[in-house]
């Protein structure tokens, strides 16, 4: 089945350095990705809507200049978190809708730890 | 906006019996797609099972059956002959038609117990 990977799956920074997570459609194209963030025993909170070949279209409260994201080709979309701090900590998670048949596929998320 | 709203933060059940979700939602669209997605401790994401709007017929896949109610706006899990792999938190989430947001609920954990 189509599958969709994240990469890293587990990253610890310091605070004030900036992170890059991927979100990759490994068999399948996607001209949109979402990206999620998740607290401890909270639901997903969608961040933003990214389409390929334009601007990520971001939910109310998120920061464009903190939570850069880029879709620069039908199976990758990138999320960067830029001089991240500890209330950055979180669990990142990025979806992809197959261009085919409009059906969503999740990525196993990314745990990342500003120190 | 969309809201999804799942009552139950916490449900247990014996293994073998039945266990029913619950989901409900609020929207001014008539056309959209609903789901459940199952997400383990590994955090995976699991398509459990979608409903589209438009059909009357409730999906089932194997154990697992809804009860959708459009004029209600709900959409409830039925998993049947539950299993201790069942156990995980069970997101309710509401799609536009135009594919353009994805709105999940606040989530309900279930425990299957042996």
């Known amino acids: 089945g189509a599958v969709v990977s994240q990469h890293p799956s587990w990253v610890i920074c310091k605070s004030g350095t900036s992170v890059k997570i991927e979100c990759r459609s490994l068999?399948?194209?996607?001209?949109?990705m979402f990206w999620y963030r998740q607290f401890p025993k909270q639901s997903l909170m969608l961040m933003a809507t990214?389409?390929?070949?334009?601007?990520?279209?971001?939910e109310q409260g998120v920061e464009k200049d903190k939570f850069l994201i880029n879709h620069a080709s039908l199976t990758l979309s990138t999320l960067t978190v830029t001089s991240a701090h500890p209330e950055d900590s979180s669990f990142y998670i990025c979806?992809?809708?197959?261009?085919?048949?409009?059906?969503?596929?999740f990525g196993e998320g990314s745990r990342l730890t500003v120190l | 906006a969309q809201t999804v709203t799942q009552s139950q933060p916490e449900m247990s059940v014996q293994e073998a019996e039945t266990v029913t979700l619950s989901c409900t939602y609020d929207?001014?669209?008539?056309?959209?797609?609903l789901f459940w997605y199952k997400q383990p401790p590994s955090r995976q994401m699991i398509l459990v099972i979608r409903?589209?709007?438009?059909?009357?017929q409730n999906a089932t896949e194997n154990r697992f059956s809804v009860n959708f109610q459009k004029a209600a706006k709900s959409f409830s899990l039925k998993i049947s002959d539950s299993q201790l792999g069942d156990t995980a938190m069970y997101f309710c989430?509401?799609?536009?038609?135009?594919?353009?947001?994805?709105?999940f609920g606040s989530g309900t954990k279930l425990n299957v117990k042996p």
């Open positions: 989430a509401f799609l536009q038609y135009n594919f353009n947001k994805f709105y």
């Open positions: 979806s992809a809708r197959e261009d085919l048949n409009g059906e969503l596929f």
């Open positions: 990214s389409n390929e070949g334009s601007k990520a279209t971001y």
């Open positions: 409903q589209e709007a438009y059909k009357q």
């Open positions: 929207t001014s669209e008539s056309n959209y797609y």
């Open positions: 068999d399948f194209q996607a001209t949109t």
